[in-house]
């Protein structure tokens, strides 16, 4: 059994919305999201599919718990949509 301390910050909800965000941005940034997928504007299409169906269980889910996990997930989603249109548009300026 390990303890240690813990910010306060890092124990708030806000915190896990803002860090799945900027995981779903380092997922595109690293390349671990297929290259040959089919895009509309820069923006995987499996990705708008994975957002409408982790949205749906977000907005319908009762249980407070899978509610929380659900929106992390559509905000880590989110992020990955953000980040693919962003670096989709660098590209195209070039």
């Not at 301390?5 to 799945?20: A, H, M, Q, S």
């Not at 269980?57 to 953000?82: A, C, H, M």
């Amino acid at each position: 059994l390990v303890y240690h301390p813990v910010e306060k910050e890092r124990i708030r909800k806000n915190y896990f919305y803002l860090w799945y965000f900027n995981y779903g941005r380092v997922v595109i940034k690293t390349g671990m999201a297929p290259a040959e997928a089919r895009c509309y504007f820069g923006v995987p299409r499996y990705l708008v599919r994975m957002l409408a169906v982790r949205a749906s269980k977000w907005l319908f889910s009762l249980n407070p718990k899978k509610r929380f996990y659900y929106r992390v997930e559509t905000y880590e989603t989110v992020g990955q949509i953000v980040q693919a249109f962003l670096e989709a548009r660098t590209r195209g300026e070039n």
